[in-house]
T-cell receptor
Framework: KQEVTQIPAALSVPEGENLVLNCSFT??????LQWFRQDPGKGLTSLLL?????REQTSGRLNASLDKSSGRSTLYIAASQPGDSATYLCAAPLSDQGGKLIFGQGTELSVKP | KAGVTQTPRYLIKTRGQQVTLSCSPISGHRSVSWYQQTPGQGLQFLFE???????NKGNFPGRFSGRQFSNSRSEMNVSTLELGDSALYLCASSLVAGEWETQYFGPGTRLLVL
């Protein structure tokens, strides 16, 4: 059974700082791992998807890594901006269950000007 | 290309009523999944449809049901509403149903049960 955990639950940093968000999963037979962003009261925006055959993916100031052996993924945000303030969620599909995603509880990020 | 759309965006109902939510996937996408998000439980999977067939179902009571039409649009229905059904209901679409697929989420329908 896949379980996904995100620590910390909340993080506050000053603008310009580089930061790392953590995601742990229990089933290393993972197909992929997806990072999402959610603004208050809104839906989810897909940021990055890392396939199991990949080690990392980059998009602009975001870099996500995947280490199946340790059951960990990280989302690195470079030069953080107040507009990055949101909740970040990671999710992994349950093996052999199609599109059923198991989500972490999220990390609420606040970037202070 | 238009994103996933959900209607209505907000809904207020009373206990015992029923409600139907609608989701239109991205054009060309054939898989639609539904999730419930609450502050206490986070995001939980409800069900997934592909080509009008339910492929997966989460651990929710039978009051929660869904269907998918031939144009891939999907609806979910909740009967005999309870206070605990108050939540943000999100739907997601992908090209096909598979663990390797990126899922794209809609803005959600916020349901408040009084």
């Amino acid at each position: 059974k896949q379980e996904v955990t995100q620590i910390p639950a909340a993080l506050s940093v000053p603008e310009g700082e580089n930061l790392v968000l953590n995601c742990s999963f229990t089933d290393s037979a993972i197909y992929n791992l997806q990072w999402f962003r959610q603004d208050p009261g809104k839906g989810l925006t897909s940021l990055l998807l890392i396939q199991s055959s990949q080690r990392e993916q980059t998009s602009g100031r975001l870099n996500a890594s995947l280490d199946k052996s340790s059951g960990r993924s990280t989302l690195y945000i470079a030069a953080s901006q107040p507009g990055d303030s949101a909740t970040y969620l990671c999710a992994a599909p349950l093996s052999d269950q199609g599109g059923k995603l198991i989500f972490g509880q999220g990390t609420e990020l606040s970037v202070k000007p | 290309k238009a994103g996933v759309t959900q209607t209505p965006r907000y809904l207020i109902k009373t206990r015992g009523q029923q409600v139907t939510l609608s989701c239109s996937p991205i054009s060309g996408h054939r898989s639609v999944s539904w999730y419930q998000q609450t502050p206490g439980q986070g995001l939980q999977f409800l069900f997934e449809y592909f080509s009008e067939t339910q492929r997966n179902k989460g651990n929710f009571p039978g009051r929660f049901s869904g269907r998918q039409f031939s144009n891939s649009r999907s609806e979910m229905n909740v009967s005999t509403l309870e206070l605990g059904d108050s939540a943000l209901y999100l739907c997601a679409s992908s090209l096909v149903a598979g663990e390797w697929e990126t899922q794209y989420f809609g803005p959600g329908t916020r349901l408040l049960v009084l």
